[in-house]
């Protein structure tokens, strides 16, 4: 669990733009910290957890995901981002035919 975390907040942090160095200091940790967060070596306290999310300016779920299962939500998350991965074409009709199957569920 906690290199999923970790990876997750490796991934963020080099979206954001920022280099170790740099999320540490706004985090007021050292960088070999933060290297072993994302590592996962150990665990994230939820105090800490939140300032990165808040320094990240991501949401729980985008470093949670891999880790919390909420039933629905989590499956609409896989799918949103299987969906991103395509062109806006290919989007729509997969979407078509998600329409389609769910109508065709309801009529049963």
Known sequence: ????????????????GYTQEQLAEILDISPNHLSALERGVYGVKLEKLIQIINALGCTADDLLQDVIHSGRQYQASLLSQQLSTLSPEEQRRIMDVVATMIRSAKEK
């Not at 669990?1 to 954001?16: L, T």
């Open 1 to 16: 669990m906690e290199q999923k975390i970790g990876k997750r907040i490796q991934e963020q942090r080099k979206k954001k």
